[in-house]
């Protein structure tokens, strides 16, 4: 988070600074319309440690195997978007993954492949799904979280969501006050 903030500072300076340059000479102010695209990977908030080893994807995995969580920050127009992308698997009846945190206003996509079983990822307040799959295939959802809160995610399948395999997403305020 740190990291984010730092950066979004020395973007504010240099656009600053840019306004400055342009506003104390005739040149003609051009608006960028191209955007600008920042990519960077965070450990995830359960405290693991990175592993050694990278999966097919390329995104560093914890000792564990989760794939940590990859966040890419776009800025159009001067209006910043988040975009998240979480991998979640399946253990038995449990997700691997127990929380996702974001941002409201953060485009978020779940990549979901199942271990074993028929399963998929739910979370109704998005109308959030991804197909129901067999093990060893990959599916994913993408929504945009614009609602603040605390909501489940399940597995649709049969008995499942009763049995314990669901987690929570939650959905805080954003740094920038939507």
């Not at 000479?25 to 695209?37: F, L, M, R």
Request: glycine letters at 12%; hydrophobic letters at 35%.
């Amino acid at each position: 988070m740190k990291g984010i903030v730092s950066i979004i500072v020395l973007a504010l300076i240099a656009g600053a600074g840019w306004w400055f340059y342009q506003s104390s000479s005739n040149a003609p102010v051009i608006p960028d319309t191209a955007g600008d695209e920042m990519m960077g990977e965070h450990m995830m908030d359960d405290g693991g440690t990175m592993g050694d080893d990278m999966m097919e994807s390329g995104m560093p995995t914890m000792e564990d195997g989760t794939i940590m969580e990859k966040e890419v920050i776009q800025m159009d127009g001067g209006m910043m978007s988040n975009e998240k992308s979480f991998n979640v698997t399946n253990s038995g009846f449990t997700f691997t993954t127990k929380e996702i945190r974001v941002k409201k206003g953060d485009t978020v996509t779940v990549n979901f492949e199942s271990a074993g079983g028929l399963h998929d990822w739910t979370v109704d307040e998005f109308n959030a799904h991804t197909q129901q799959v067999q093990p060893g295939t990959k599916t994913s959802t993408t929504f945009t979280a614009d609602k603040i809160g605390t909501f489940e995610y399940y597995c649709s399948v049969g008995q499942h969501r009763s049995m314990g395999m669901v987690g929570k997403l939650i959905v805080e305020q954003s740094p920038f006050g939507y």
